[in-house]
């Protein structure tokens, strides 16, 4: 099979894939490149090295996957600029469909070749507390009290961290009975307790770890 094909085949267990080339004969020894956001590369170690089992096991060849992390949105750039991607698993639909828009590596209907519109997972939002919780963090409000600092990182570039802004405007929104001055009130003081914004979800873990 050629390389096309194992993007397709892996595209179906994961995100899309970024379509190049035209069907030819196999490669004994196939390598690809999934790019991909930055929380995720022990993910992706453990599937690539089961799925190149399986491969190997189903048709005889071997296909090495390597990967590229960072921030959602800067990933997708990275695709657009020209980086070779096989495959994308990124954060957030806009950030897959800049590559479609702007670099044309995707087909637009990529949602409807796989289940559940190409999406394989989901994910939640969790606090990450100090030994003990010495700040008596529960809940989204408890984020906003004086003398709490918050790591997350910068939406700008990460889209864990979108989602992470999502999640307080939602919360603020149901809170604050859908009154959208007291939610951006509530965003606006959340924000200002971050310290630093990193552009990844990997660098956040890092300063919330080695620097706090």
């Given at each position: 099979?050629?390389?096309?094909?194992?993007?397709?085949?892996?595209?179906?267990?994961?995100?899309?894939?970024?379509?190049?080339g035209?069907?030819?004969?196999?490669?004994?020894?196939?390598?690809?490149?999934?790019?991909?956001?930055?929380?995720?590369?022990?993910l992706?170690?453990?599937y690539?090295?089961a799925?190149?089992?399986?491969?190997?096991?189903?048709?005889?060849?071997?296909?090495?996957?390597?990967?590229?992390?960072g921030?959602?949105?800067?990933?997708?750039?990275?695709?657009?600029?020209?980086?070779?991607?096989?495959?994308v698993?990124?954060?957030?639909?806009?950030d897959?469909?800049?590559?479609?828009?702007?670099?044309?590596?995707?087909?637009?209907d990529?949602?409807?070749?796989?289940e559940?519109?190409?999406?394989?997972?989901?994910?939640?939002?969790?606090?990450?507390?100090?030994?003990?919780?010495p700040?008596g963090?529960?809940?989204?409000?408890?984020?906003?009290?004086?003398?709490?600092?918050?790591?997350?990182p910068?939406?700008?570039?990460?889209?864990?961290?979108?989602?992470?802004?999502?999640?307080?405007?939602?919360?603020?929104?149901?809170?604050?009975?859908?009154?959208e001055?007291?939610?951006?009130?509530?965003?606006?003081?959340l924000?200002?307790?971050?310290?630093v914004?990193?552009?990844?979800?990997?660098?956040?873990?890092?300063?919330?770890?080695?620097?706090?």
């Open positions: 099979m050629t390389k096309p094909h194992f993007k397709k085949l892996l595209g179906a267990l994961v995100a899309t894939s970024v379509q190049f035209t069907l030819g004969f196999a490669f004994a020894d196939t390598t690809l490149l999934n790019v991909s956001y930055d929380p995720t590369r022990e992706y170690k453990a690539d090295e799925f190149a089992a399986h491969w190997k096991a189903e048709t005889g060849e071997t296909v090495t996957i390597q990967q590229s992390h921030g959602s949105g800067a990933q997708a750039r990275a695709v657009i600029d020209g980086l070779d991607a096989d495959v698993t990124l954060a957030l639909e806009g897959i469909n800049a590559i479609v828009s702007k670099a044309k590596k995707i087909n637009p990529w949602r409807k070749k796989f559940n519109n190409s999406a394989p997972y989901t994910s939640t939002i969790i606090f990450l507390v100090r030994k003990g919780n700040k963090i529960h809940d989204w409000n408890d984020l906003i009290k004086d003398g709490v600092q918050v790591i997350t910068n939406p700008k570039t990460s889209g864990g961290a979108r989602w992470n802004y999502l999640a307080a405007w939602a919360y603020a929104n149901a809170n604050d009975g859908g009154d001055a007291k939610t951006k009130e509530f965003i606006a003081k924000y200002s307790q971050v310290p914004l990193d552009t990844g979800a990997r660098g956040s873990t890092v300063t919330f770890a080695q620097k706090g």
